[in-house]
Structure formats: C-alpha cells, structure tokens
C-alpha cells in the first residue's frame, strides 16, 4: 500500500482457500511471497487426506517462507507473530 514502510502490513493475516485444482496457484503464489514477508499466510485446501504433509513439503521447498502443515497448537504460535 502506498505511504507504508516495506515491513508495515496492512493486514494481520492473509488467508487462501483453494480447490483441488488450486495445486499450481499456491506453488505460484508461495514462490512469489518474500522472506520478509510481514504477516502469517494460512492456507485451506482440498486434498486427499494421504497428501496433505506433500503439499506442505513443496510449498516450503518452493518458498521462502517456512511452510508447514497445521498441527494442534499452532493458534498459540500463531498469536506469537502479532
């Protein structure tokens, strides 16, 4: 947004939901977002059960960021990153 410094955000969170043929787009989308980007990024996607943990593997190869698959527990780290 214009007038904000390169680390101020102007959300708290950014959240993408997508289908089982929304695969590519996260690969796309996670491989453009910086290092620094300044805000967690929470993703719902529809996919086989059995697969889950190879999804979250690509996109943390394929990204900057440190990706993970979701795990009991993770709103209290969450809550650590505002």
Known sequence: ????????????????????????ALIE???ALPADFPV???VVQHLDPR???LLAGILDRRSSLSVKLAEA?????????W
């Open 51 to 53: 697969r889950e943990t």
């Open 1 to 24: 947004m214009p007038g904000r410094g390169r680390h101020e955000a102007a959300y708290e969170i950014v959240a993408i939901a997508s289908s089982a043929g929304g695969v590519k």
């Open 73 to 81: 527990g993770d709103v209290r780290a969450a809550e650590s990153c």
């Open 29 to 31: 989308v996670f491989g």
């Open 40 to 42: 967690p990024v929470v």
